[in-house]
Protein backbone atom coordinates (compact mmCIF):
# COMPACT_ATOMS: atom_id res chain seq x y z
CA UNK A 1 0.00 0.00 0.00
CA UNK A 2 1.76 3.15 -1.26
CA UNK A 3 1.19 5.99 1.78
CA UNK A 4 2.04 10.35 1.14
CA UNK A 5 5.52 10.97 1.40
CA UNK A 6 5.77 14.40 -0.06
CA UNK A 7 2.70 16.20 1.29
CA UNK A 8 1.68 15.79 4.48
CA UNK A 9 -2.31 15.93 5.85
CA UNK A 10 -1.95 17.52 8.78
CA UNK A 11 -0.13 20.43 7.15
CA UNK A 12 -2.76 21.37 4.40
CA UNK A 13 -5.88 20.52 6.96
CA UNK A 14 -4.39 23.58 9.04
CA UNK A 15 -3.25 26.19 6.41
CA UNK A 16 -5.07 28.49 5.17
CA UNK A 17 -6.27 26.86 1.48
CA UNK A 18 -9.78 27.02 0.95
CA UNK A 19 -10.21 22.84 0.23
CA UNK A 20 -13.26 21.12 -1.70
CA UNK A 21 -15.22 20.10 0.34
CA UNK A 22 -13.38 21.08 3.41
CA UNK A 23 -11.31 18.49 4.11
CA UNK A 24 -7.96 16.89 2.70
CA UNK A 25 -9.33 13.97 -0.21
CA UNK A 26 -7.07 10.74 0.40
CA UNK A 27 -7.07 8.10 -1.49
CA UNK A 28 -6.86 5.07 0.47
CA UNK A 29 -3.72 3.29 -1.26
CA UNK A 30 -2.53 5.94 -3.29
CA UNK A 31 0.60 7.66 -2.37
CA UNK A 32 1.88 11.32 -4.13
CA UNK A 33 1.59 9.98 -7.37
CA UNK A 34 -2.24 9.06 -7.14
CA UNK A 35 -2.74 9.07 -10.60
CA UNK A 36 -0.43 6.08 -10.78
CA UNK A 37 -1.00 4.03 -7.98
CA UNK A 38 -5.10 4.69 -8.39
CA UNK A 39 -5.95 6.24 -11.56
CA UNK A 40 -10.04 5.25 -11.74
CA UNK A 41 -10.58 6.79 -7.97
CA UNK A 42 -8.62 9.90 -8.71
CA UNK A 43 -11.00 9.93 -12.17
CA UNK A 44 -13.76 9.87 -9.97
CA UNK A 45 -12.87 12.50 -7.75
CA UNK A 46 -12.17 14.75 -10.78
CA UNK A 47 -15.72 14.24 -12.54
CA UNK A 48 -17.50 14.43 -8.90
CA UNK A 49 -15.14 18.15 -8.25
CA UNK A 50 -16.09 19.21 -12.30
CA UNK A 51 -19.71 18.11 -11.49
CA UNK A 52 -20.31 20.21 -8.23
CA UNK A 53 -17.94 23.23 -9.39
CA UNK A 54 -19.40 23.80 -12.67
CA UNK A 55 -23.16 23.14 -11.77
CA UNK A 56 -23.03 26.51 -9.89
CA UNK A 57 -22.50 28.01 -13.78
CA UNK A 58 -26.40 29.92 -14.14
CA UNK A 59 -27.53 28.26 -17.27
CA UNK A 60 -28.71 31.51 -18.87
CA UNK A 61 -25.21 32.60 -18.86
CA UNK A 62 -23.01 33.70 -21.72
CA UNK A 63 -20.41 30.59 -20.44
CA UNK A 64 -22.52 27.60 -20.10
CA UNK A 65 -22.14 26.15 -23.15
CA UNK A 66 -18.52 26.70 -22.85
CA UNK A 67 -18.42 24.97 -19.15
CA UNK A 68 -20.77 21.85 -20.43
CA UNK A 69 -18.12 21.48 -23.56
CA UNK A 70 -15.65 21.26 -21.30
CA UNK A 71 -17.24 18.94 -18.31
CA UNK A 72 -18.12 16.90 -21.87
CA UNK A 73 -14.40 16.70 -22.76
CA UNK A 74 -13.18 15.68 -19.22
CA UNK A 75 -15.57 13.13 -18.99
CA UNK A 76 -14.20 11.53 -22.00
CA UNK A 77 -10.61 11.95 -21.08
CA UNK A 78 -11.57 10.28 -17.74
CA UNK A 79 -13.33 7.92 -19.63
CA UNK A 80 -16.22 8.52 -17.37
Not at 29 to 50: F, M, R
Not at 52 to 69: A, C, N, T
Request: positive net charge; aromatic residues 12%.
Amino acid sequence: MAEEKIVFPGYLSRSAIKLWRGMVIQIPGAGHCCQLDKPAQLAGLINQYATEIFRSVVPDSKYHQFVMFFVLVLRIMLCL
